[in-house]
Protein backbone atom coordinates (compact mmCIF):
# COMPACT_ATOMS: atom_id res chain seq x y z
CA UNK A 1 0.00 0.00 0.00
CA UNK A 2 2.92 2.68 1.15
CA UNK A 3 4.53 1.64 -2.44
CA UNK A 4 1.36 2.30 -4.66
CA UNK A 5 0.72 5.45 -2.62
CA UNK A 6 4.17 6.81 -3.16
CA UNK A 7 3.90 5.98 -7.27
CA UNK A 8 0.19 7.82 -7.24
CA UNK A 9 2.08 10.50 -5.18
CA UNK A 10 4.87 11.02 -7.71
CA UNK A 11 2.92 10.66 -10.87
CA UNK A 12 0.19 12.84 -9.61
CA UNK A 13 3.04 15.73 -8.35
CA UNK A 14 5.13 15.43 -11.53
CA UNK A 15 2.19 16.60 -13.71
CA UNK A 16 1.04 18.94 -10.96
CA UNK A 17 4.66 20.04 -11.60
CA UNK A 18 4.60 20.45 -15.17
CA UNK A 19 1.39 21.99 -15.11
CA UNK A 20 2.63 24.95 -13.02
CA UNK A 21 6.19 24.84 -14.90
CA UNK A 22 5.26 27.27 -17.86
CA UNK A 23 4.35 30.29 -15.20
CA UNK A 24 7.18 29.59 -13.04
CA UNK A 25 9.51 29.90 -16.03
CA UNK A 26 8.09 32.57 -17.71
CA UNK A 27 8.07 34.42 -14.21
CA UNK A 28 11.52 33.61 -13.44
CA UNK A 29 12.91 34.62 -16.37
CA UNK A 30 10.97 38.22 -16.51
CA UNK A 31 12.01 38.48 -12.77
CA UNK A 32 15.56 38.08 -13.48
CA UNK A 33 16.02 40.06 -16.73
CA UNK A 34 13.91 43.01 -15.11
CA UNK A 35 15.99 42.87 -12.05
CA UNK A 36 19.41 42.46 -12.85
CA UNK A 37 18.74 45.17 -15.76
CA UNK A 38 17.65 47.71 -13.37
CA UNK A 39 20.69 46.86 -11.07
CA UNK A 40 23.44 46.76 -14.36
CA UNK A 41 21.77 50.56 -15.45
CA UNK A 42 21.85 51.17 -10.89
CA UNK A 43 25.72 50.30 -11.21
CA UNK A 44 27.05 51.90 -14.10
CA UNK A 45 24.91 55.15 -14.10
CA UNK A 46 24.56 55.58 -10.32
CA UNK A 47 27.75 53.96 -8.00
CA UNK A 48 29.71 54.83 -11.55
CA UNK A 49 30.77 51.28 -12.25
CA UNK A 50 32.91 50.26 -15.22
CA UNK A 51 30.57 49.60 -18.28
CA UNK A 52 32.69 46.64 -19.59
CA UNK A 53 32.60 44.73 -15.78
CA UNK A 54 28.77 44.96 -15.67
CA UNK A 55 28.36 44.59 -19.41
CA UNK A 56 27.94 40.88 -19.30
CA UNK A 57 25.12 40.34 -16.44
CA UNK A 58 23.52 42.74 -18.13
CA UNK A 59 23.74 40.71 -21.37
CA UNK A 60 23.10 37.39 -19.28
CA UNK A 61 19.97 39.16 -18.08
CA UNK A 62 18.41 40.29 -21.03
CA UNK A 63 18.96 36.21 -22.81
CA UNK A 64 16.11 34.82 -19.88
CA UNK A 65 13.60 36.79 -22.27
CA UNK A 66 13.76 34.29 -24.55
CA UNK A 67 12.41 32.23 -22.11
CA UNK A 68 8.31 33.33 -23.27
CA UNK A 69 8.98 33.55 -26.87
CA UNK A 70 9.81 29.95 -26.39
CA UNK A 71 7.04 29.41 -25.24
CA UNK A 72 5.21 31.51 -27.91
CA UNK A 73 6.51 29.35 -30.91
CA UNK A 74 4.40 26.27 -29.22
CA UNK A 75 7.64 24.53 -27.63
CA UNK A 76 7.22 22.04 -24.86
CA UNK A 77 7.37 22.74 -21.11
CA UNK A 78 10.01 20.11 -20.79
CA UNK A 79 12.15 21.84 -24.00
CA UNK A 80 11.69 25.05 -22.13
CA UNK A 81 12.63 23.87 -18.87
CA UNK A 82 15.90 22.76 -20.00
CA UNK A 83 16.73 25.47 -22.71
CA UNK A 84 16.21 27.36 -18.81
CA UNK A 85 18.50 26.00 -17.19
CA UNK A 86 21.37 25.67 -20.13
CA UNK A 87 20.73 29.46 -20.31
CA UNK A 88 21.45 29.72 -16.60
CA UNK A 89 24.88 28.12 -16.51
CA UNK A 90 25.83 29.41 -19.61
CA UNK A 91 25.36 32.88 -18.19
CA UNK A 92 26.88 32.39 -14.45
CA UNK A 93 29.79 30.00 -16.71
CA UNK A 94 30.24 33.35 -18.72
CA UNK A 95 30.50 35.81 -16.09
CA UNK A 96 32.39 33.92 -13.83
CA UNK A 97 35.25 33.68 -16.11
CA UNK A 98 36.04 37.40 -16.07
CA UNK A 99 39.16 37.77 -13.56
CA UNK A 100 37.21 40.53 -11.41
CA UNK A 101 34.32 38.36 -10.71
CA UNK A 102 35.26 34.23 -10.53
CA UNK A 103 34.17 32.18 -7.72
CA UNK A 104 34.04 34.82 -4.67
CA UNK A 105 31.96 37.78 -6.84
CA UNK A 106 30.53 35.62 -9.64
CA UNK A 107 27.43 35.01 -9.76
CA UNK A 108 27.78 31.16 -8.13
CA UNK A 109 26.32 32.14 -5.05
CA UNK A 110 22.77 32.23 -6.83
CA UNK A 111 22.88 28.83 -7.63
CA UNK A 112 21.64 27.44 -4.77
CA UNK A 113 18.44 29.70 -5.84
CA UNK A 114 18.11 27.58 -9.10
CA UNK A 115 18.36 24.55 -7.43
CA UNK A 116 15.35 25.27 -5.68
CA UNK A 117 13.53 26.41 -8.66
CA UNK A 118 14.55 22.64 -10.35
CA UNK A 119 12.85 21.13 -7.46
CA UNK A 120 9.59 22.60 -8.75
CA UNK A 121 10.24 21.72 -12.43
CA UNK A 122 11.99 18.47 -12.54
CA UNK A 123 11.92 14.91 -11.03
CA UNK A 124 14.01 13.62 -8.47
CA UNK A 125 15.97 12.73 -10.75
CA UNK A 126 16.08 15.53 -13.00
CA UNK A 127 17.05 17.88 -9.39
CA UNK A 128 20.04 15.42 -8.77
CA UNK A 129 21.50 16.18 -12.54
CA UNK A 130 20.54 19.73 -12.19
CA UNK A 131 23.00 19.76 -8.79
CA UNK A 132 25.46 17.82 -9.82
CA UNK A 133 25.85 20.06 -12.71
CA UNK A 134 26.25 23.29 -10.56
CA UNK A 135 28.42 21.43 -7.74
CA UNK A 136 30.65 20.59 -11.01
CA UNK A 137 30.18 24.18 -12.33
CA UNK A 138 31.25 25.51 -8.92
CA UNK A 139 34.54 23.07 -8.99
CA UNK A 140 35.51 23.87 -12.53
CA UNK A 141 35.54 28.06 -11.50
CA UNK A 142 37.21 27.51 -8.42
CA UNK A 143 40.07 25.27 -9.94
CA UNK A 144 40.24 28.12 -12.69
CA UNK A 145 40.76 30.69 -9.91
CA UNK A 146 43.43 28.94 -8.18
CA UNK A 147 45.32 28.31 -11.74
CA UNK A 148 45.33 32.32 -12.78
CA UNK A 149 47.93 34.30 -12.37
CA UNK A 150 48.55 35.89 -8.64
CA UNK A 151 48.40 39.40 -10.25
CA UNK A 152 44.62 38.23 -11.85
CA UNK A 153 43.37 36.75 -9.01
CA UNK A 154 40.37 38.51 -7.32
CA UNK A 155 40.94 36.52 -4.15
CA UNK A 156 45.01 36.65 -3.96
CA UNK A 157 44.92 32.72 -1.83
CA UNK A 158 44.35 29.66 -2.67
CA UNK A 159 42.68 28.16 0.37
CA UNK A 160 40.63 30.93 0.44
CA UNK A 161 39.36 30.28 -3.06
CA UNK A 162 39.12 26.58 -1.90
CA UNK A 163 36.84 27.66 1.36
CA UNK A 164 34.73 29.63 -0.55
CA UNK A 165 33.92 27.03 -3.46
CA UNK A 166 33.10 24.83 -0.56
CA UNK A 167 30.66 27.12 1.17
CA UNK A 168 28.86 27.13 -2.34
CA UNK A 169 29.31 23.37 -2.30
CA UNK A 170 27.35 22.76 1.03
CA UNK A 171 25.15 25.26 -0.04
CA UNK A 172 23.64 23.30 -3.49
CA UNK A 173 23.69 20.51 -0.89
CA UNK A 174 22.02 21.78 1.34
CA UNK A 175 19.23 23.41 -1.03
CA UNK A 176 19.09 19.83 -2.54
CA UNK A 177 18.68 18.32 0.32
CA UNK A 178 15.93 20.32 1.58
CA UNK A 179 13.80 19.76 -2.10
CA UNK A 180 14.14 16.76 -1.73
CA UNK A 181 12.47 16.17 1.62
CA UNK A 182 10.33 19.17 0.46
CA UNK A 183 9.21 16.68 -2.32
CA UNK A 184 8.93 13.84 -0.81
CA UNK A 185 6.22 15.70 1.93
CA UNK A 186 4.50 16.89 -1.13
CA UNK A 187 4.40 13.83 -2.75
CA UNK A 188 3.29 11.74 0.66
CA UNK A 189 0.49 14.56 1.03
CA UNK A 190 -0.70 13.97 -2.66
CA UNK A 191 -1.44 10.86 -2.30
CA UNK A 192 -3.69 11.03 1.12
CA UNK A 193 -5.27 13.49 -0.70
CA UNK A 194 -6.05 11.12 -3.50
CA UNK A 195 -7.20 8.81 -1.00
CA UNK A 196 -9.22 10.90 0.88
CA UNK A 197 -10.89 12.09 -2.20
CA UNK A 198 -11.11 8.13 -3.84
CA UNK A 199 -12.69 7.36 -0.56
CA UNK A 200 -15.02 10.47 -0.34
CA UNK A 201 -15.84 8.97 -4.07
CA UNK A 202 -16.44 5.14 -2.74
CA UNK A 203 -19.05 7.13 0.17
CA UNK A 204 -20.93 9.47 -2.10
CA UNK A 205 -21.32 5.95 -4.37
CA UNK A 206 -22.59 3.88 -1.18
CA UNK A 207 -24.44 6.92 -0.21
CA UNK A 208 -26.33 7.05 -3.88
CA UNK A 209 -26.91 3.07 -3.52
CA UNK A 210 -28.45 3.07 -0.16
CA UNK A 211 -30.65 5.94 -1.12
CA UNK A 212 -31.91 4.37 -4.39
CA UNK A 213 -32.80 0.64 -2.44
CA UNK A 214 -34.19 2.77 0.32
CA UNK A 215 -36.28 5.01 -1.99
CA UNK A 216 -37.04 1.45 -3.73
CA UNK A 217 -38.34 -0.45 -0.58
CA UNK A 218 -40.77 3.09 0.76
CA UNK A 219 -41.27 3.72 -3.59
CA UNK A 220 -42.78 0.10 -4.06
CA UNK A 221 -45.32 -0.70 -0.96
CA UNK A 222 -46.39 3.67 -1.60
CA UNK A 223 -47.12 2.93 -4.86
CA UNK A 224 -49.37 0.37 -4.10
CA UNK A 225 -51.22 2.94 -1.48
CA UNK A 226 -51.56 5.74 -3.35
CA UNK A 227 -52.50 3.50 -6.30
CA UNK A 228 -55.53 1.54 -4.64
CA UNK A 229 -56.12 4.46 -2.58
CA UNK A 230 -56.93 6.49 -6.43
CA UNK A 231 -58.72 3.70 -7.20
CA UNK A 232 -61.06 3.35 -4.54
CA UNK A 233 -61.93 7.12 -5.07
CA UNK A 234 -63.87 5.88 -8.18
CA UNK A 235 -65.89 3.50 -6.37
CA UNK A 236 -69.39 4.47 -4.57
CA UNK A 237 -68.08 5.42 -0.84
CA UNK A 238 -69.59 7.04 2.03
CA UNK A 239 -68.65 10.04 3.09
CA UNK A 240 -66.81 8.41 6.23
CA UNK A 241 -64.94 6.28 3.55
CA UNK A 242 -64.10 8.85 1.30
CA UNK A 243 -62.89 11.11 4.43
CA UNK A 244 -60.61 7.92 4.94
CA UNK A 245 -59.05 7.54 1.78
CA UNK A 246 -58.59 10.92 1.73
CA UNK A 247 -56.69 10.99 4.71
CA UNK A 248 -54.68 7.90 3.14
CA UNK A 249 -53.94 9.79 -0.08
CA UNK A 250 -52.81 13.19 1.74
CA UNK A 251 -50.53 10.70 4.23
CA UNK A 252 -49.05 8.81 1.85
CA UNK A 253 -48.54 12.02 -0.38
CA UNK A 254 -46.88 13.83 2.62
CA UNK A 255 -44.76 10.58 2.83
CA UNK A 256 -43.85 10.79 -0.60
CA UNK A 257 -42.59 14.45 -0.56
CA UNK A 258 -40.53 13.60 1.83
CA UNK A 259 -38.84 11.13 0.25
CA UNK A 260 -38.21 13.25 -2.83
CA UNK A 261 -37.01 16.18 -1.12
CA UNK A 262 -34.10 13.71 0.48
CA UNK A 263 -33.41 12.30 -3.10
CA UNK A 264 -33.05 15.82 -4.33
CA UNK A 265 -30.63 17.35 -1.71
CA UNK A 266 -28.81 14.02 -2.34
CA UNK A 267 -28.58 14.48 -6.03
CA UNK A 268 -28.12 18.29 -5.70
CA UNK A 269 -24.85 17.47 -3.68
CA UNK A 270 -23.88 14.78 -5.84
CA UNK A 271 -24.11 17.71 -8.95
CA UNK A 272 -26.59 15.18 -10.48
CA UNK A 273 -30.00 16.72 -10.75
CA UNK A 274 -30.61 17.09 -14.51
CA UNK A 275 -32.20 20.91 -15.32
CA UNK A 276 -34.06 20.26 -18.98
CA UNK A 277 -35.86 23.32 -20.38
CA UNK A 278 -38.30 22.68 -23.09
CA UNK A 279 -41.23 24.95 -24.94
CA UNK A 280 -43.54 25.42 -21.88
CA UNK A 281 -46.47 27.95 -21.38
CA UNK A 282 -46.57 29.79 -17.93
CA UNK A 283 -50.22 30.39 -18.03
CA UNK A 284 -50.57 26.82 -17.84
CA UNK A 285 -47.82 26.22 -15.55
CA UNK A 286 -49.21 28.98 -13.15
CA UNK A 287 -53.16 28.01 -13.79
CA UNK A 288 -52.23 24.79 -12.74
CA UNK A 289 -50.36 25.84 -9.52
CA UNK A 290 -53.02 27.53 -8.57
CA UNK A 291 -55.69 25.22 -9.05
CA UNK A 292 -53.83 22.80 -7.12
CA UNK A 293 -53.73 24.88 -4.14
CA UNK A 294 -56.33 26.99 -4.04
CA UNK A 295 -58.30 24.66 -2.06
CA UNK A 296 -55.68 23.84 0.29
CA UNK A 297 -55.59 27.81 0.84
CA UNK A 298 -59.38 28.01 1.22
CA UNK A 299 -59.22 24.94 3.77
CA UNK A 300 -57.43 27.15 5.92
CA UNK A 301 -59.45 30.40 5.65
CA UNK A 302 -56.62 32.13 3.38
CA UNK A 303 -56.94 33.76 -0.27
CA UNK A 304 -54.42 32.24 -2.75
CA UNK A 305 -54.11 35.23 -5.51
CA UNK A 306 -52.31 34.85 -8.69
CA UNK A 307 -51.11 37.72 -11.15
CA UNK A 308 -49.09 37.63 -14.39
CA UNK A 309 -47.93 41.42 -15.29
CA UNK A 310 -48.81 41.94 -19.04
CA UNK A 311 -44.91 42.21 -20.16
CA UNK A 312 -44.14 38.19 -18.87
CA UNK A 313 -43.67 36.56 -22.47
CA UNK A 314 -46.13 33.59 -21.84
CA UNK A 315 -43.89 30.31 -23.94
CA UNK A 316 -40.79 30.23 -22.66
CA UNK A 317 -37.74 27.65 -22.59
CA UNK A 318 -37.73 26.42 -19.06
CA UNK A 319 -37.83 23.01 -17.13
CA UNK A 320 -41.19 22.97 -16.70
CA UNK A 321 -40.90 20.38 -13.66
CA UNK A 322 -38.36 22.21 -11.66
CA UNK A 323 -40.17 25.43 -11.84
CA UNK A 324 -43.23 23.68 -10.70
CA UNK A 325 -41.56 21.83 -7.61
CA UNK A 326 -39.79 25.64 -6.81
CA UNK A 327 -42.95 27.36 -6.73
CA UNK A 328 -44.60 24.22 -5.01
CA UNK A 329 -42.13 24.66 -2.42
CA UNK A 330 -42.58 28.30 -2.08
CA UNK A 331 -46.80 27.98 -2.44
CA UNK A 332 -46.55 25.46 0.61
CA UNK A 333 -44.61 27.20 2.89
CA UNK A 334 -46.40 30.01 2.86
CA UNK A 335 -49.89 28.03 3.49
CA UNK A 336 -48.40 26.37 6.46
CA UNK A 337 -47.24 29.30 7.73
CA UNK A 338 -50.08 31.31 7.40
CA UNK A 339 -53.02 31.44 9.42
CA UNK A 340 -55.27 34.15 8.13
CA UNK A 341 -54.65 36.76 5.09
CA UNK A 342 -53.91 35.37 2.28
CA UNK A 343 -51.12 33.79 0.04
CA UNK A 344 -50.13 35.87 -3.40
CA UNK A 345 -48.09 34.61 -6.37
CA UNK A 346 -46.85 37.26 -8.96
CA UNK A 347 -44.90 36.78 -11.97
CA UNK A 348 -43.08 39.55 -13.71
CA UNK A 349 -40.62 39.71 -16.22
CA UNK A 350 -37.09 41.72 -17.10
CA UNK A 351 -34.62 41.77 -19.92
CA UNK A 352 -31.82 39.58 -18.94
CA UNK A 353 -28.28 40.88 -20.39
CA UNK A 354 -27.60 37.16 -22.76
CA UNK A 355 -30.84 38.48 -24.02
CA UNK A 356 -33.20 36.27 -22.94
CA UNK A 357 -35.80 36.42 -20.18
CA UNK A 358 -35.41 37.37 -16.58
CA UNK A 359 -38.47 35.64 -14.92
CA UNK A 360 -39.41 37.30 -11.08
CA UNK A 361 -41.73 35.21 -9.36
CA UNK A 362 -42.86 36.44 -5.49
CA UNK A 363 -44.51 34.72 -3.20
CA UNK A 364 -46.18 37.02 -0.71
CA UNK A 365 -47.78 35.99 2.35
CA UNK A 366 -49.41 37.26 5.38
CA UNK A 367 -47.99 34.32 7.81
CA UNK A 368 -45.63 34.35 11.03
CA UNK A 369 -42.86 35.81 8.96
CA UNK A 370 -38.68 35.37 10.64
CA UNK A 371 -36.72 37.01 12.49
CA UNK A 372 -33.25 38.70 11.20
CA UNK A 373 -31.31 36.57 12.25
CA UNK A 374 -33.17 33.03 11.11
CA UNK A 375 -31.65 34.20 7.35
CA UNK A 376 -28.69 32.26 7.68
CA UNK A 377 -30.58 29.37 8.71
CA UNK A 378 -33.55 28.89 6.39
CA UNK A 379 -31.33 28.20 3.59
CA UNK A 380 -29.47 25.01 5.50
CA UNK A 381 -30.50 21.55 4.81
CA UNK A 382 -32.57 20.31 7.61
CA UNK A 383 -32.65 23.86 9.10
CA UNK A 384 -35.52 25.94 9.66
CA UNK A 385 -36.16 29.70 10.93
CA UNK A 386 -36.99 28.08 14.73
CA UNK A 387 -36.80 24.89 16.30
CA UNK A 388 -40.24 25.02 17.36
CA UNK A 389 -41.31 25.91 13.86
CA UNK A 390 -40.49 22.27 13.27
CA UNK A 391 -42.56 21.21 16.17
CA UNK A 392 -45.51 23.46 15.27
CA UNK A 393 -45.69 23.12 11.32
CA UNK A 394 -43.47 20.00 10.81
CA UNK A 395 -41.16 19.49 7.46
CA UNK A 396 -37.72 18.32 6.89
CA UNK A 397 -36.61 22.15 6.34
CA UNK A 398 -35.19 20.61 3.27
CA UNK A 399 -37.72 22.53 0.63
CA UNK A 400 -36.37 25.82 0.53
CA UNK A 401 -32.76 24.41 0.18
CA UNK A 402 -33.69 22.60 -2.56
CA UNK A 403 -35.49 25.30 -4.35
CA UNK A 404 -32.63 27.85 -4.16
CA UNK A 405 -30.36 25.09 -5.44
CA UNK A 406 -32.77 24.64 -8.17
CA UNK A 407 -32.83 28.34 -8.74
CA UNK A 408 -29.56 28.57 -9.19
CA UNK A 409 -29.18 25.55 -11.57
CA UNK A 410 -31.68 27.52 -14.08
CA UNK A 411 -29.35 30.75 -14.22
CA UNK A 412 -31.43 32.80 -10.69
CA UNK A 413 -31.87 32.64 -6.94
CA UNK A 414 -33.67 32.56 -3.94
CA UNK A 415 -34.03 35.55 -1.64
CA UNK A 416 -36.72 36.59 0.69
CA UNK A 417 -37.15 39.73 2.93
CA UNK A 418 -39.47 39.13 5.99
CA UNK A 419 -40.27 40.92 9.21
CA UNK A 420 -40.97 38.61 12.37
CA UNK A 421 -45.41 38.49 13.01
CA UNK A 422 -45.80 40.43 8.97
CA UNK A 423 -45.17 37.92 6.99
CA UNK A 424 -42.84 37.14 4.38
CA UNK A 425 -41.61 37.70 0.31
CA UNK A 426 -39.59 35.14 -1.57
CA UNK A 427 -38.29 36.13 -4.80
CA UNK A 428 -37.62 33.04 -7.15
CA UNK A 429 -35.72 34.34 -10.31
CA UNK A 430 -34.31 32.20 -13.38
CA UNK A 431 -33.61 32.60 -16.65
CA UNK A 432 -35.45 31.59 -19.20
CA UNK A 433 -34.55 31.52 -23.29
CA UNK A 434 -37.78 32.07 -26.07
CA UNK A 435 -39.56 29.41 -27.11
CA UNK A 436 -40.10 29.07 -30.65
CA UNK A 437 -44.01 28.64 -31.02
CA UNK A 438 -45.18 25.59 -33.22
CA UNK A 439 -48.82 24.77 -34.06
CA UNK A 440 -50.55 22.56 -31.20
CA UNK A 441 -51.20 19.62 -33.06
CA UNK A 442 -51.62 17.43 -29.95
CA UNK A 443 -54.86 15.05 -30.61
CA UNK A 444 -57.59 15.70 -27.31
CA UNK A 445 -59.24 12.32 -27.14
CA UNK A 446 -60.91 12.99 -24.62
CA UNK A 447 -61.30 11.17 -21.11
CA UNK A 448 -59.91 7.97 -22.86
CA UNK A 449 -56.41 8.99 -25.07
CA UNK A 450 -55.51 5.40 -24.55
CA UNK A 451 -58.41 3.87 -26.29
CA UNK A 452 -57.07 1.94 -29.37
CA UNK A 453 -53.64 1.01 -28.07
CA UNK A 454 -52.11 -2.42 -26.50
CA UNK A 455 -50.07 -1.94 -23.99
CA UNK A 456 -47.33 -4.25 -22.12
CA UNK A 457 -46.93 -3.70 -18.37
CA UNK A 458 -44.13 -5.00 -16.59
CA UNK A 459 -43.55 -5.52 -12.84
CA UNK A 460 -42.97 -8.21 -10.76
CA UNK A 461 -44.79 -6.84 -7.56
CA UNK A 462 -48.64 -7.65 -7.87
CA UNK A 463 -49.97 -4.42 -5.98
CA UNK A 464 -47.67 -2.64 -8.60
CA UNK A 465 -48.67 -4.30 -11.54
CA UNK A 466 -52.97 -4.35 -10.68
CA UNK A 467 -52.54 -0.60 -10.07
CA UNK A 468 -50.79 0.40 -13.26
CA UNK A 469 -53.07 -1.95 -15.48
CA UNK A 470 -56.20 -0.29 -13.51
CA UNK A 471 -55.04 3.14 -14.59
CA UNK A 472 -54.16 2.17 -18.38
CA UNK A 473 -57.87 0.64 -18.58
CA UNK A 474 -59.33 3.84 -17.20
CA UNK A 475 -57.65 5.21 -20.13
CA UNK A 476 -59.38 3.34 -22.49
CA UNK A 477 -56.10 0.76 -23.15
CA UNK A 478 -56.10 -2.96 -23.78
CA UNK A 479 -53.77 -4.71 -21.29
CA UNK A 480 -51.26 -7.56 -21.11
CA UNK A 481 -49.62 -8.30 -18.17
CA UNK A 482 -46.11 -9.57 -17.08
CA UNK A 483 -44.09 -10.44 -14.20
CA UNK A 484 -40.61 -10.94 -15.10
CA UNK A 485 -38.27 -10.22 -17.63
CA UNK A 486 -38.10 -13.54 -19.43
CA UNK A 487 -42.01 -13.08 -20.26
CA UNK A 488 -41.52 -9.58 -21.13
CA UNK A 489 -39.20 -10.25 -23.83
CA UNK A 490 -41.17 -13.22 -25.30
CA UNK A 491 -44.01 -10.94 -25.78
CA UNK A 492 -42.64 -7.90 -27.01
CA UNK A 493 -40.58 -10.34 -29.71
CA UNK A 494 -44.17 -11.86 -30.46
CA UNK A 495 -46.47 -9.77 -30.43
CA UNK A 496 -47.13 -6.39 -31.21
CA UNK A 497 -48.01 -3.25 -28.39
CA UNK A 498 -48.36 0.17 -28.99
CA UNK A 499 -46.78 0.73 -25.56
CA UNK A 500 -44.21 -1.12 -22.94
CA UNK A 501 -43.85 -0.03 -19.20
CA UNK A 502 -41.29 -2.16 -17.61
CA UNK A 503 -40.10 -2.06 -14.27
CA UNK A 504 -36.11 -1.46 -13.99
CA UNK A 505 -35.51 -3.44 -10.90
CA UNK A 506 -36.62 -7.01 -10.80
CA UNK A 507 -35.58 -10.63 -9.46
CA UNK A 508 -33.16 -12.16 -12.41
CA UNK A 509 -33.50 -10.78 -15.29
CA UNK A 510 -33.84 -6.78 -15.10
CA UNK A 511 -35.72 -4.03 -17.29
CA UNK A 512 -32.07 -3.03 -18.55
CA UNK A 513 -31.49 -6.75 -19.99
CA UNK A 514 -34.66 -6.62 -21.69
CA UNK A 515 -33.52 -3.17 -23.18
CA UNK A 516 -30.25 -4.79 -24.05
CA UNK A 517 -31.79 -8.05 -26.02
CA UNK A 518 -34.12 -5.71 -28.19
CA UNK A 519 -31.32 -3.38 -28.39
CA UNK A 520 -29.28 -6.35 -30.26
CA UNK A 521 -32.12 -7.75 -31.86
CA UNK A 522 -33.75 -7.09 -34.77
CA UNK A 523 -37.41 -6.49 -35.51
CA UNK A 524 -39.50 -3.38 -34.44
CA UNK A 525 -39.34 -2.44 -31.23
CA UNK A 526 -42.26 -0.37 -29.34
CA UNK A 527 -41.50 2.00 -27.41
CA UNK A 528 -40.38 1.28 -24.25
CA UNK A 529 -40.96 3.94 -20.46
CA UNK A 530 -38.81 2.26 -17.77
CA UNK A 531 -40.51 2.82 -14.60
CA UNK A 532 -38.48 2.49 -10.79
CA UNK A 533 -38.98 2.80 -7.18
CA UNK A 534 -34.94 4.28 -7.02
CA UNK A 535 -32.96 3.74 -9.87
CA UNK A 536 -29.29 5.41 -9.93
CA UNK A 537 -28.02 8.26 -12.08
CA UNK A 538 -25.98 5.63 -14.21
CA UNK A 539 -29.07 2.96 -14.35
CA UNK A 540 -31.19 5.81 -15.74
CA UNK A 541 -28.25 7.09 -18.37
CA UNK A 542 -28.31 3.48 -19.37
CA UNK A 543 -31.83 3.37 -20.06
CA UNK A 544 -31.94 6.04 -22.03
CA UNK A 545 -28.92 4.62 -24.36
CA UNK A 546 -30.11 1.39 -24.73
CA UNK A 547 -33.30 3.07 -26.64
CA UNK A 548 -36.19 4.04 -23.23
CA UNK A 549 -38.40 6.72 -24.80
CA UNK A 550 -38.54 7.83 -20.45
CA UNK A 551 -38.26 6.83 -17.16
CA UNK A 552 -41.36 7.73 -14.56
CA UNK A 553 -40.33 7.05 -11.08
CA UNK A 554 -43.13 5.65 -8.71
CA UNK A 555 -45.60 6.18 -7.61
CA UNK A 556 -47.35 6.35 -10.73
CA UNK A 557 -50.76 8.62 -10.79
CA UNK A 558 -53.58 8.30 -13.17
CA UNK A 559 -52.39 12.38 -14.73
CA UNK A 560 -48.70 10.47 -14.95
CA UNK A 561 -49.67 8.00 -17.42
CA UNK A 562 -52.31 10.13 -19.17
CA UNK A 563 -49.70 12.46 -20.28
CA UNK A 564 -47.19 9.40 -21.40
CA UNK A 565 -50.16 8.63 -23.71
CA UNK A 566 -50.76 12.23 -25.21
CA UNK A 567 -47.10 12.52 -25.37
CA UNK A 568 -47.17 9.48 -27.63
CA UNK A 569 -50.02 10.58 -29.40
CA UNK A 570 -48.14 13.72 -30.39
Request: net charge negative; hydrophobic share 45%; glycine share 8%.
Amino acid sequence: MTVEREQVGTEGFNSQRLRFGRRILILSSVTISITTSLISILLVFGLQQDQNAVLPVLIGSLIYLIIPVLFRVGLSVEIVRDSFFAITFAVVLLISLDPAAGVAFGFISYLPIFVCVAGMLYSLRGLLVIAGLATALVVSIAILDITRLPNVRTVSDPGEVIMIATRQGYAILFSTVLVIVAMRLFQDMLARMREARDEARRISESKTAFLANVSHEVRTPLNAILGMAEILKTTELTAGQRRKIETISHSGGTLLELLNDVLDVSRLEANQMPVTPSAQSLSEIFDGLHRLWAPMAQGKGLTLRLSIEPGVPDRVMVDAQRLRQCVTNLISNAIKFTSDGEVSVSVRAEPHESGDTKLIIDVTDTGIGMSADAADRVFRAFGQADEAISKSFGGTGLGLTITRQLARLMGGDLRFKSLENSGTVFTLTLIAAPAVEEPDDIDQMGGQPAAGMRVLIVDDVPTNLMVAATYMRALGAQVDEAMNADTALELIRNQAFNLVLLDIHMPGNNGLWVLERLANGKGRVPPIVMITAGATEREIERARNLGARDVLVKPLTPRMLEGLVRDLAA
